[in-house]
């Protein structure tokens, strides 16, 4: 019989199953960022001892690992000073006339439709280090963003 017509197992043509892919540099969080990846490895660990299917528990599992390794990796970050932009701060500013206010966290913390933006994102990058008053270059623009203020977010700092 011809290799063509012969049924091999299901398993062989499953993709396989990789780690979540672990944000390259260093994980820097704030004080909310890593009480929230307590409660998430807190919450899958439970998910995972009341798990009975083995398809469901290995899916779990994998998340587990993946939040195990980004709170063993956290570096939490000190109370930030006002007027200079790090993570942890409320900034307000300007881009294109309209006037926005978001907050500078941790990759796994980010939530844009909550106004917190990830260190990493393009916006994050380019209003980390900037202080009240400062002209910041995004999208290739020199004078892209106005910082209108930068000031400690105490959500995400206690």
């Not at 979540?20 to 995972?48: D, K, Q, W």
């Not at 899916?59 to 690992?65: A, D, P, T, V």
């Not at 109370?79 to 409320?90: A, F, L, M, Q, T």
Request: proline content about 5%.
């Amino acid at each position: 019989m011809s290799v063509a017509f012969r049924r091999e197992s299901d398993d062989e043509h499953k993709e396989p199953e990789y780690e979540l892919p672990i944000p390259v540099g260093a994980n820097l969080v704030t004080p909310r960022g890593l009480r929230l990846l307590g409660e998430a490895v807190a919450r899958l660990e439970a998910a995972v001892a009341a798990e009975t299917d083995d398809d469901a528990r290995k899916k779990l599992q994998r998340q587990l690992r993946y939040f195990n390794t980004r709170k063993a990796t956290a570096e939490v970050q000190a109370p930030v000073e006002d007027d200079v932009v790090r993570i942890g701060s409320r900034v307000s500013y300007a881009l294109n006339g309209a006037e926005r206010t978001v907050t500078i966290v941790g990759h796994d913390e980010a939530d844009p439709t909550a106004g917190r933006i990830a260190f990493t994102a393009p916006l994050g990058r380019a209003l980390m280090g900037a202080e009240a008053g400062d002209m910041v270059e995004f999208q290739g623009r020199e004078d892209a963003i106005t910082v209108l203020a930068a000031a400690a977010d105490p959500e995400v700092m206690a």
